[in-house]
């Protein structure tokens, strides 16, 4: 069983290096000799640290895409750019694939898993979410007989890793070079730190979870970019630690389109966001530390699940690229590859984020005397938005820094309360807002 490998870089090496380790077993159990046997890359000359053969490694795409001895292609060369045009080609040809390339699924998912189909090939991407972590395959097998109503997760390692470090005293900057040396990042950061990478991630999980399509453009997106050490402090203060949090849920509202039904034939659309958000510090999400991930589903059958582990790094992706590399040889040992079509027959639309109801954190500076408090409160109450606690700190002579929880409040409701806040004149400036997660109850 020959496989081609298109990218050598921090996840093409850790593919590598299983495969090369683990080939006794991999070809015991398969019954066949797993081979990689060609490997594309921009740049042959490049020191990668690995024993490999120089005439393994090619320039050319042409050379494992026009060899009919290679089935399996993996793509770990990412974007959307070259990657979806080869991931094509290897499907039209037949050949199955094996992706970790988020952006691409998140993006484009239909239309290369129309190709999958149209070319009887498996394309397989449980890397391109939560890297290590077996979360999708559980979601599209393990929990088929659930209705899913959340699933909630850190899903991207390198914020995680800047949000603890920031947690522990050091600063952003510092956090980022770290995880940028430790193989955590993208290849641009911005991608991790804007949160465009998490929603990708949850655009996919989102999908297979509610068999509706949710692509990267549909999840509201916030970055880690605002949160300072300051709120990180006040969210411990208050009982809960920051995180930048991606949340799939579904709601049956009146915002559903007519023939989208849920269970029992009642409306539904979907929430899809990523941004930073306060938990309890006693939920099982609060305590993921580092490059660490963590999904946590919540199925009517099954009840709460959460699946840890690392989501990011060049082993942890390799474990499950290898995974679905040893997936689609079975399945084209048996015969039975072309089985990964779509399975969006559901069309729920997703809610824009002013309709979402969740708790605020809000922090603001404001002039410390009589009658600040009141004048802020009376415009929270004026826009149905209830306030659950408050804290006032002096931080220079006749200035206090404000934060205030609010209870569960339309989103919209509290960004009209807000306008007018930063317009009141004894208002200095909304330093920041943040929302607060909690249970599906809460
Ligand atoms: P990377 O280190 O930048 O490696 C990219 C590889 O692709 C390099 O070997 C590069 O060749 C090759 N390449 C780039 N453009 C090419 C082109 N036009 N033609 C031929 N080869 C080309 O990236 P990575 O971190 O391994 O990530 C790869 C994929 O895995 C991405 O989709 C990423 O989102 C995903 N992923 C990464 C992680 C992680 O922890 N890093 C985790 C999960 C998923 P040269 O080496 O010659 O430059
Ligand atoms: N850059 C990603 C992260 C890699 O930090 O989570 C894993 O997809």
């Known amino acids: 069983m020959k496989v081609g490998l298109l990218g050598l870089g921090t996840v093409g090496r850790g593919v590598w290096q299983l495969i090369s380790r683990e080939n006794e077993v991999l070809s015991n159990r398969l019954g ?49 750019g070259v990657a979806r045009e080869l991931v094509k080609q290897a499907l039209s040809r037949g050949k199955s694939v094996v992706t970790a390339n988020k952006e691409l699924m998140a993006s484009f998912g239909q239309e290369v898993l129309e190709a999958a189909d149209l070319g009887g090939a498996d394309l397989l991407f449980e890397a391109s979410v939560a890297a290590g972590i077996p979360i999708i395959k559980p979601l599209r097998e393990s929990l088929v007989g659930n209705r899913i109503a959340r699933v909630m997760g850190i899903i991207n390692g390198t914020t995680n890793f800047i949000l603890s470090k920031m947690d522990a005293g050091q600063n952003y900057e510092d956090a980022l070079v770290k995880a940028q040396e430790l193989g955590y990042a993208e290849r641009d950061p911005a991608s991790d730190v804007e949160g465009k990478d998490a929603a990708a991630k949850i655009a996919i999980l989102a999908s297979i979870a509610f068999n509706s399509r949710v692509t990267a453009a549909d999840v509201y997106t916030e970055g880690i970019g605002s949160i300072s050490s300051v709120d990180i402090m006040y969210a411990r203060e208050l009982g809960y630690a920051v995180k930048l949090l991606a949340v799939a849920k579904v709601d049956a509202d009146e915002f559903g389109q007519p023939g989208a039904s849920g269970a029992g034939g009642a409306p539904v659309s979907l929430e899809a966001r990523v941004h930073p958000a306060m938990i309890p510090l006693d939920h099982p999400l609060a305590s993921v530390k580092d490059a660490y991930n963590a999904i946590f589903v919540e199925g009517d059958a099954v009840g709460n699940l959460m699946f840890f582990g690392q989501g990011a790094g060049s082993l942890p992706t390799a474990s499950a690229i290898v995974a679905d590399v040893f997936q689609a040889a079975t399945n084209i040992l048996g015969s039975v590859t072309g089985q990964s079509a779509c399975t969006c027959f559901n069309s729920w639309p997703v809610k824009s984020i002013e309709k979402i109801e969740t708790s605020f954190y809000l922090l603001l500076e404001a002039a410390d005397r009589p009658g600040v408090l009141a004048s802020i409160a009376k415009v929270f ?35 009209s309360a807000l306008t007018i806040i930063e317009s009141l004149d004894v208002v200095d400036k909304v330093k920041n807002v943040m929302r607060v997660e909690v249970g599906q109850d809460g």
């Open 32 to 80: 066949c000799d797993l081979q990689i046997k060609k490997i594309l890359v921009n740049d042959k000359s490049k020191e990668r640290g690995l024993a490999i053969a120089p005439e393994l490694l090619t320039t050319e795409a042409k050379d494992i895409l026009e060899d009919e001895e290679i089935k399996i292609v993996v793509e770990v060369i990412g974007g959307t």
């Open 381 to 415: 109450g004026d826009h149905d938005v209830s306030i659950s606690n408050v804290i006032q700190k002096q931080t220079e002579a006749g200035i206090a820094e404000v934060v205030f929880m609010t209870n569960k409040v339309m989103e919209g409701n509290l960004r």
